[in-house]
């Protein structure tokens, strides 16, 4: 007979610290209930060591970088609250709305990623802002990939949209953190002078200390757009 081991949080922890490829959200959100959790029965050296932990193998994630650092050298009660607020921040889709209606009116809009940041302004573009815009994509799988919003999509360059939305991994201030490949479109779109709009979860702009601590990945590259 099979006996399964407890599903303990700082399981959960370690599991998300080997998990790069998981969505970054859904990342950041089980490690902010497993934290709750883990302040709830007692903060010990163990559950410390595995934050840390957490925090050191993904760096590359501002998510869970916020994440940890809302209860790194506080107490319980102050680490709560702070992560209780992460927590609202992650579960809170405004951003996406607020992005998704800004962009609905125009009657073309440029896309370069299926990434789950992009395709949440596309839903609130469709669903709250009926946008009827043509999507411009110049990725074929990409395309196909865009087809369930129902809107027309088409194989172009997506800096010939009036709009190209444009998705970063993280901000501080003017810099931010994308792939080559994007940071090249808003170029291009700079010199046929169309309008960028920045895609990111807003938790995804580094404080000092995470920006200090942040690793990027390989793929992705330094810019100012």
């Known amino acids: 007979m099979v006996v399964s081991m407890p599903d303990t949080p700082l399981d959960r922890l370690h599991s998300i610290a080997r998990d790069a490829w998981a969505d970054p959200v859904e990342s950041a959100l089980a490690a902010a209930q497993a934290i709750l959790e883990i302040l709830e029965g007692g903060w010990s050296g163990p559950e410390a060591a595995g934050v840390s932990e957490l ?3 993904r760096a590359d994630s501002p998510l869970i970088l916020a994440v940890t650092e809302a209860v790194l050298d506080r107490e319980p009660d102050v680490g709560r609250a702070a992560l209780m607020g992460i ?4 579960n809170n889709r405004t951003w996406a709305d607020e992005i998704g209606l800004r962009v609905a009116h125009r009657a073309t809009l440029g896309v370069v990623s299926l990434g789950e940041t992009t395709l949440a302004v596309l839903e609130a573009a469709r669903s709250l802002g009926e946008t009827a815009a043509t999507l411009f994509t110049d990725r074929r ?4 990939g865009l087809t369930y919003l ?13 709009v190209v939305l444009l998705p970063v991994a993280a901000i501080l201030g003017s810099r931010m953190w994308t792939t080559a490949r994007v940071a090249d479109v808003a170029l291009r779109t700079s010199l046929l002078e169309g309008e960028v709009v920045i895609v990111a979860h807003p938790l995804t702009s580094l404080s000092p200390r995470n920006r200090a601590d942040y690793r990027p990945a390989p793929t992705l590259i330094d810019v100012r757009i």
């Open 55 to 57: 925090r050191r193998r």
């Open 87 to 90: 927590l609202d921040q992650l």
């Open 141 to 144: 799988a990409i395309a196909r």
């Open 150 to 162: 129902g809107l027309v999509v088409e194989v172009a360059p997506p800096e010939e949209a009036e």
